[in-house]
């Protein structure tokens, strides 16, 4: 951890409200953040690019964590850039959240509790806006306006990887979320829906009725809007604004502003807002253009399978601000696991904290799960009692995320953000007839290649599995047979001044 990294809010060097000021507090960290004037191709070399420099999670080997990464020189759209990795790193996004990397959980667990609304801002706010573009224009192509990346040679197409969607309904209120945005033309992009999400939600219901759903795509933001954004049911019930989480992590309102050709509101000062409608009965395939198959890389590591028939985005307007950067990620890699796995941790954090408190005291979504199929308990035991509500803890966390799906009970005295302390736990503390326990049939996610009746036959549907808890904590009455052996604590600096470690 960076000496910055130790001061509090209040003495942090600069406030940050959108992506601009989110970088120019990176460039203040040596190492988090680079540029290059290098042409790149926004299809497939930019993310092979970035493969090799930081994008880490679950993408193929040879891969690491690496700074963000801005390239200022994009084939065939001059004057346009492209960030990657703003959050591909739970350090750098903790000193974007200003919060040491191990309190954010706690963080994020705040913000839940401390939501501020946005609120509607006037036009000298809508920094978003100084450009627009219309589709009503003789030569409007948002695929010569935008440089959507291809992550890989077998996508689908273009995508916008980073595409906030925010939609409203007159009765269950707003909801903003991150969706496949796959480019099919010069005003149409498909959305990929997966089951239950609330703007789907709204689009079914406007749709019964014959009725488009409009929307705004937000891309180039705060760290904090797509951070609080990624909370899900039931932490967010239908009807919450999720954009009240970035309020409470920055303790100021979100501004919005409304789009200049839909009533959907915009973040004002987002780099780029795609506007457009869902169209009603209208469905289109994700690979129409390349017939691949395949989508794009998904958390999980793998290809996502191409959508056979989604609903179509029918885009009216992209405004921007000037000289746009736009935002991307690689499928797969960290920053996914920071997007999805940060509110998943405060969201489980929260549940414990209120159902026992003080008995949960950390919750990390490990990245070999994408933020959302593996999580890691840290448990506080003081009696024989405690080992039921060890277990009990892992069953609220399916509960409050049905999207987990494997969780590892530790102790206290073990790193949970160090996966061989992780796995020594295991190895030592558990034994597998009697630790591991197995909830079968219970729904999960669709994009796991396992949860399907083709690999498992006795599961009913595709995106089922079988949940497994891990329980590597000490039984509380053989608890002193497990005591770590103990060094003497010793400062290590003046025997190795060139390490710059830290004591204590």
């Not at 995508?159 to 903003?176: H, I, K, R």
């Not at 990624?230 to 309020?247: H, I, K, Q, S, W």
């Not at 399907?452 to 904590?473: M, Q, R, W």
């Amino acid at each position: 951890m960076t000496e910055k990294q130790n001061l509090s809010p209040e003495e942090q060097e600069s406030p940050i409200n959108d992506l601009r000021s989110a970088l120019d507090r990176l460039r203040k960290y040596p190492g988090q953040l680079i540029e290059t004037d290098h042409i790149v191709d926004p299809q497939g070399e930019l993310a092979g690019v970035y493969k090799r420099i930081g994008a880490a999670g679950t993408v193929v080997r040879p891969t690491q964590t690496g700074p963000a990464m801005i390239f200022n020189n994009v084939k065939d759209y001059p004057g346009s850039s492209v960030l990657v990795g703003l959050l591909a790193s739970r350090e750098r996004t903790g000193i974007l959240l200003d919060a040491p990397k191990e309190k954010l959980t706690e963080k994020l667990f705040d913000a839940i509790n401390h939501g501020i609304d946005p609120v509607q801002a006037g036009p000298e706010d809508a920094k978003c806006q100084e450009l627009v573009y219309r589709a009503t224009d003789p030569d409007f192509d948002l695929r010569r306006i935008l440089p959507a990346p291809t992550n890989t040679d077998h996508d689908a197409g273009p995508y916008f990887c980073m595409g906030l969607v925010l939609a409203s309904d007159p009765e269950l209120g707003t909801n903003v979320t991150i969706h496949r945005l796959c480019v099919q033309g010069k005003d149409k992009m498909t959305i990929f829906f997966a089951p239950g999400r609330i703007i789907d939600i709204f689009r079914q219901r406007q749709e019964a009725n014959g009725k488009e759903l409009e929307v705004t795509i937000n891309m180039g933001l705060d760290p904090a809007i797509y951070i609080g954004a990624e909370f899900e049911m039931p932490t967010v019930p239908v009807g919450y604004n999720e954009l009240r989480m970035a309020g409470g992590l920055r303790q100021e309102p979100v501004k919005l502003v409304k789009g200049v050709t839909v009533q959907a509101d915009a973040i004002a000062y987002a780099e780029i807002i795609i506007e457009g409608k869902i169209l009603p009965n209208v469905r289109e395939a994700e690979d129409q253009n390349t017939h691949t198959g395949f989508a794009m890389p998904e958390f999980p590591g793998y290809n996502g399978v191409a959508a056979e028939s989604l609903p179509v985005i029918q885009v009216t307007a992209i405004t921007t601000r000037r000289n746009p950067i736009l935002q991307t990620l690689v499928g797969p890699g960290e920053e996914h696991v920071s997007l999805a796995g940060l509110p998943t941790e405060g969201s489980i954090y929260d549940i414990c904290h209120k159902a026992m408190p003080g008995f949960v005291t950390g919750v990390y979504c490990h990245p070999a799960g994408g933020g959302k199929f593996l999580g890691i308990l840290r448990c506080r035991k003081t009696s024989a009692y405690d080992d039921g509500r060890a277990r009990q803890a892992a069953l609220l966390a399916f509960g409050t995320y049905s999207e987990m799906k494997n969780i590892i009970l530790i102790d206290e005295d073990v790193d949970m953000f160090e996966t061989d302390d992780v796995l020594w736990a295991m190895t030592t503390r558990m034994q597998g007839s009697k630790d591991i326990l197995v909830v079968p049939g219970v729904s999960c996610h669709v994009l796991d290649p396992s949860q399907t009746p083709e690999y498992d036959p006795t599961l009913p549907a595709k995106g089922v599995t079988s949940k497994t808890i891990y329980d590597a904590t000490k039984p509380f009455h053989m608890r002193d047979k497990f005591e770590r052996a103990q060094f003497r604590d010793v400062d290590p600096r003046p025997f190795a001044p060139e390490l710059n470690l830290r004591y204590p």
